[in-house]
């Protein structure tokens, strides 16, 4: 069983900067992609990014793509977020996830594990 925790939400203005950490307690192996989902209120969850494992190969949604940067430290079983040139409409819960799977990552069903998610507040 892995357990995700995120930290590093919060509210900001529009341009600036956050960056959200995932911890993984628990076992993880070698080939454990995360990512990070974001939910507006009223819409569905949507893919932001995702850094698969071993190669380290890194995706991101258009909409944050040159904004947002994605990493992960696998001595300290961390994922990150970084979350440049904030805009009101990145406002949302971000949530952390994983799992071992071989089809897309930019689906949330494929992922076995999620944390409890982090509120992002951009205001103009």
């Known amino acids: 069983q892995v357990q995700l925790d995120e930290s590093g939400g919060g509210l900001v203005r529009t341009g600036a900067s956050l960056k959200l950490t995932c911890v993984a307690s628990?076992?993880?192996?070698?080939?454990?992609?995360m990512g990070w989902f974001r939910q507006a209120p009223g819409k569905e969850r949507e893919f932001v990014s995702a850094?698969?494992?071993?190669?380290?190969?890194?995706y991101y949604a258009d909409s944050v793509k040159g904004r947002f940067t994605i990493s992960r430290d696998d001595a300290k079983n961390t994922l990150y977020l970084y979350m440049d040139s904030l805009k009101p409409e990145d406002t949302a819960v971000y949530y952390c996830?994983?799992?071992?799977?071989?089809?897309?990552?930019?689906?949330?069903?494929?992922?076995?594990?999620w944390g409890q998610g982090t509120q992002v507040t951009v205001s103009s």
């Open positions: 850094i698969t494992a071993p190669d380290g190969g890194t």
């Open positions: 996830a994983g799992g071992y799977f071989r089809r897309s990552v930019f689906s949330a069903p494929n992922y076995n594990y």
């Open positions: 628990g076992s993880t192996s070698g080939n454990f992609h």
